[in-house]
């Protein structure tokens, strides 16, 4: 089946550092999302991405939709402790399916 | 009003027995999906519902894996004849329709087949 390629797979940094992770596929997809799931808890949704180009913001964090359709990248800037976690990209198949990436779990150094 | 719920948080079984993992999905929301995350893994798509239609069964792993849903409320997935393989982390989420892409999750059953 389809898969999404993330990387880098872990990342260890100091507090107030820039975080930047990617995602690509071999595939066309039409809506990219990244999520962050925290430990014991499920997947949430950070940031939408539904046009190639797309450039969007929440907050600290950026997102691109890249211009092929077939990769994506996230962006934190100006990191603190409670962004440690795991980053998913997902794109969305169809209507309704989504394809998830294998996460990149974020380490932070006080 | 109240996220996704999950139940039981955690279950340890026996190699052989089945379980049941039961999702309450936010109120409203006519799609409900269930995904596998094995240890350190992405999320796995299992099945999805909306509303009255057929599910899409299309990322179930075997045929020891169900699920049910009735009306646009609870489901339930069951796995019988438990496999050690089957161990992880069962996630439900649910959406509204129109904003599949927009899924809230729950946190997840976690589930160690001995």
């Known amino acids: 089946g389809q898969q999404l390629n993330q990387s880098p797979q872990s990342m260890f940094i100091q507090e107030g550092e820039d975080v930047s992770m990617n995602c690509t596929s071999s595939?066309?997809?039409?809506?990219w999302l990244w999520y962050k799931q925290d430990p014991g808890e499920g997947p949430v949704l950070l940031i939408a991405l539904y046009k190639a180009g797309e450039l969007t913001s929440n907050g600290r964090l950026t997102a691109q939709f890249g211009i092929t359709r077939k990769d994506s990248f996230l962006n934190i800037s100006a990191s603190i402790p409670s962004d440690v976690g795991i980053y998913f990209c997902?794109?969305?198949?169809?209507?309704?399916?989504?394809?998830f990436g294998q996460g990149t779990r974020l380490t932070i150094n006080p | 009003g109240a996220g996704v719920s999950q139940s039981p948080s955690n279950k340890v079984t026996e190699k052989g027995k089945d379980v049941e993992l039961r999702c309450d999905p936010i109120?409203?929301?006519?799609?409900l999906y269930w995904y596998r995350q094995r240890l350190g893994q992405g999320l796995e798509f299992l099945i999805y519902f909306q509303g009255n239609s057929a599910p899409d069964k299309s990322g179930l792993p075997s045929d020891r894996f169900s699920a049910e849903r009735t009306g646009e409320s609870v489901s339930t997935l069951t796995i019988q004849r438990t496999q050690q393989e089957d161990s992880a982390v069962y996630l439900c989420?649910?959406?509204?329709?129109?904003?599949?892409?927009?899924?809230?999750f729950g946190p997840g059953t976690r589930l160690t087949v001995t």
């Open positions: 989420a649910s959406s509204s329709t129109g904003a599949s892409w927009e899924q809230y």
């Open positions: 997902a794109g969305l198949q169809g209507a309704q399916k989504l394809v």
């Open positions: 109120s409203g929301h006519t799609a």
């Open positions: 595939s066309i997809f039409n809506t």
